[in-house]
């Protein structure tokens, strides 16, 4: 099996314990790749929309993004991390959703997305983990992963791991360990009935537009070439 890990801060705190303690049950047997934001993409997307008119390799931070979608790609099991701040996601994270967009369903999809399997997880000082995992758990079901799982772990103790009690970080190391045991015996995902709705009404509405407008955009060329929509010889 092949993992991508995508860390939502370079800070080797709770989250990144959290996360030691998941990866070490599947370590062995498995192909591991690591991203750190923002060490790994360190830029905001501008919102110059090169992505969209023209092609995602054309995009400013392209040399950042690209190998980053590419290792999500190969990838059978993504893992998400990200701190709680200020109830949402991480900037950093979400600066690498924001560019991750043009894949979104209602663009440029890839159809390898629809078998993956996805696990966010999340640290808050209380219990508010909710908000980051939507945020995370959203761009993933858009770029069409159908079998997302969440673990929240609510810091009531302090947000230094060292500091909490030896009683609530061994707790918190099971709650991991058992969600990664989960996937040691792995298979792929099946398309869910969120994912395919949503392919479904995209691919009417590209359709749509694509009898109606010339030249083609970029998304609808890409539909085309998929072999997701048809439209009139004269409108290529």
């Known amino acids: 099996?092949?993992?991508?890990?995508i860390n939502g801060t370079q800070v080797k705190g709770c989250t990144y314990h959290i996360k030691e303690a998941f990866l070490d049950v599947l370590r062995e047997g498995n192909t591991l790749r690591e991203f750190t934001l923002p060490r790994d993409m360190p830029h905001f997307c501008t919102g110059c929309k090169t992505c969209f008119f023209q092609s995602e390799t054309r995009c400013p931070h392209a040399q950042y993004v690209?190998?980053?979608w590419e290792a999500m790609l190969e990838a059978d099991l993504l893992v998400l991390t990200s701190p709680v701040?200020?109830?949402?996601?991480?900037?950093?994270?979400?600066a690498l959703l924001d560019h991750l967009c043009v894949h979104w369903m209602v663009h440029r999809p890839q159809e390898q997305m629809f078998t993956k399997?996805?696990?966010?997880?999340t640290n808050a000082i209380g219990v508010f983990n909710g908000g980051a995992q939507k945020d995370m758990a959203t761009s993933l079901s858009w770029l069409g992963v159908s079998?997302?799982?969440?673990?929240g772990v609510g810091l009531m103790e302090g947000v230094i791991w060292q500091e909490l009690s030896t009683r609530r970080r061994?707790?918190?190391v099971r709650r991991a360990q058992r969600l990664a045991a989960g996937y040691r015996s792995f298979r792929p995902a099946?398309?869910?009935?969120?994912?395919?709705?949503?392919?479904?009404?995209?691919r009417l509405m590209h359709q749509t537009i694509a009898k109606k407008e010339r030249p083609l955009s970029a998304d609808n060329r890409y539909w085309?070439?998929?072999?997701?929509?048809?439209v009139p010889q004269s409108h290529k």
Do not use: D, N
Request: aromatic residues 6%; proline residues 2%.
């Open 117 to 121: 399997r996805a696990v966010i997880l």
């Open 66 to 68: 690209q190998p980053i």
């Open 170 to 172: 061994e707790k918190i």
């Open 147 to 151: 079998h997302i799982k969440k673990l």
């Open 190 to 202: 099946r398309m869910g009935l969120v994912v395919r709705c949503k392919f479904a009404i995209t």
């Open 1 to 5: 099996m092949k993992i991508t890990v």
């Open 224 to 230: 085309l070439e998929k072999g997701w929509i048809k």
């Open 85 to 94: 701040y200020a109830l949402r996601t991480s900037g950093q994270m979400k």
